[in-house]
């Protein structure tokens, strides 16, 4: 492995970051978009701050941190047979993934002036990407399974 294995690690720990960031920011986002619902100057600003946020960095991280993660597994000769602890942390991931899915469905439906949600629907649903990274956290620390 060396220190190849080190390096490509770090990138996903960084890429993780980056994409974790933007899955707690963007909620937040939409919270206080959707409180200034109908205030078109101040709208306009979130809508450029969600857009650059998925684009530039959500994405990208998100990307990243797949095809760098699906690379260790090789690497790490984790694939066959694949362990409960890894099974489990991706199932997690792919929640993560289904959850930024769900994000980039409110980005379309603020930019389209359909959204209908409320900001409490989006501070509970800012929860999601905490829990899921405490089982991916735990999964892999502890590989209790």
């Known amino acids: ?12 720990i ?3 970051i980056s994409w974790m960031a933007g899955l ?27 857009r650059r946020l998925l684009r530039a960095i959500m994405r990208p991280a998100a990307i990243v941190t797949l095809a760098t993660g699906l690379v260790l597994i090789h690497m ?16 997690f991931v792919i929640g993560m993934l289904v959850f930024h899915g ?16 409320t900001s409490r629907y989006f501070r509970v649903i800012n929860e999601i ?8 956290v735990i999964f892999v620390v502890l590989k209790p399974f």
Do not use: C, Q
């Open 24 to 50: 707690f920011y963007l909620p937040r986002l939409f919270v206080y978009h959707s409180e200034n619902a109908g205030k078109t100057e101040v709208t306009r600003v979130f809508l450029v701050m969600e």
């Open 102 to 117: 769900l994000l980039e469905m409110h980005s379309v439906r603020f930019r389209e002036d359909r959204e209908t949600r």
């Open 76 to 91: 790490g000769g984790w694939g066959h047979p694949m362990p409960v602890w890894l099974m489990l942390k991706l199932l």
């Open 129 to 136: 990407p905490t829990v899921l990274l405490l089982g991916i």
């Open 14 to 16: 960084l890429a993780v």
């Open 1 to 12: 492995m060396g220190d190849s294995y080190l390096w490509l690690k770090a990138v996903h």
